[in-house]
């Protein structure tokens, strides 16, 4: 697994409060990947409404756990095939590439 390092994100509540208008996106290569990121950052969390990959962590920080071949599927050139796996993704909470990979074959 890959992490960048340096990212500091400080909690002033509570005056100021996280909210969705600030979020981190985690670019996963493998479905290894997305589970480990989701399970860690969604223990004491709040995935339940959220949904197309964003979970809450227990500081009410919300991430994205994204898949590559998200980015890779929805910008294919057949249309197609970046709509059924969008339309896929809007259905899920976590991102699950299995889902992906049968959506964009058809």
Not at 28 to 53: I, N, Y
Not at 59 to 78: A, C, F, K, N, T
Request: some cysteine; overall charge negative.
């Amino acid at each position: 697994m890959r992490c960048s390092s340096g990212t500091t994100a400080l909690n002033g509540e509570p005056v100021f409060q996280f909210n969705e208008a600030i979020s981190l996106q985690i670019d996963c290569e493998t479905r290894e990947e997305v589970d480990h990121f989701w399970e860690t950052l969604s223990e004491g969390g709040d995935e339940r409404a959220q949904q197309c990959g964003w979970l809450k962590d227990k500081y009410g920080l919300s991430w994205q756990v994204v898949p590559r071949v998200l980015i890779e599927m929805s910008s294919d050139s057949d249309s197609g095939k970046s709509q059924r796996v969008f339309q896929a993704m809007l259905g899920m909470k976590k991102i699950e590439i299995a889902e992906l990979e049968r959506a964009y074959g058809g």
